[in-house]
């Protein structure tokens, strides 16, 4: 069994922003796979589709970005599946607008919600794959930047890595992450 969390702000007002981009994935994961009813279990948005074969909860934490990881720890207690079963799909200002990049593990790179869930899972040993939202300058606060709406310049590039990721995640799931990476990250 997987868990795959996209991370996201909830309420109407974020549903178009950039740091709803992981929200936004596993749309594109539940149109593709059945589009089942979501239930609101450990403060997220939660509901259960297969991928190839194997049994994969999707989740959209309700907790706002930066206290995602009380949700992500409490549906990994529920369900008893290990961190090397999660699967964490955000978006990251350090790569080009579009831009897809997987990860096996590694540190939260500034992004707040990630630093929720590896606080609260405790350890940064499990996979990832962002999306690509672009810096809008070197330096400085970017929070202003990613709760802005997409705009329309960049929303065509921004839905086609919404679907290369949902293809990611299902490579994840279906080959494990070192195939993927080599697939994705060329």
């Known amino acids: 069994m997987y868990l795959v969390v996209g991370l996201g702000n909830p309420g109407k007002e974020y549903v178009a922003t950039r740091h709803n981009l992981g929200f936004m994935v596993i749309e594109e994961l539940l149109a593709r796979h059945g589009h089942p009813n979501k239930k609101d279990k450990h403060q997220a948005l939660i509901a259960e589709v297969e991928i190839a074969r194997h049994k994969v909860i999707l989740a959209q934490p309700q907790t706002f970005m930066n206290n995602s990881g ?7 207690h529920w369900y008893k599946i290990t961190s090397r079963n999660l699967l964490v799909l955000y978006d990251d200002v350090d790569l080009e ?14 992004h707040h919600g990630m630093e929720s869930v590896i606080a609260a899972v405790g350890t940064t040993d499990f996979p990832r794959v962002r999306v690509g939202i672009g810096r809008p300058t070197l330096m400085g606060d970017v929070s202003d930047y990613v709760l802005q709406p997409i705009p329309s310049g960049q929303s065509e590039l921004l839905n086609q890595a919404v679907i290369r990721a949902a293809e990611a995640t299902e490579a994840i799931i279906t080959g494990g992450v070192s195939k993927a990476m080599n697939s994705f990250n060329a």
């Not at 009380?70 to 990994?76: C, F, H, P």
């Not at 607008?97 to 790179?109: F, P, Q, T, W």
Request: overall charge positive; aromatic content about 0%.
């Open 70 to 76: 009380l949700s992500v720890a409490a549906i990994l």
């Open 97 to 110: 607008v579009g831009a897809i990049r997987l990860r096996e593990k590694g540190a939260a790179g500034g």
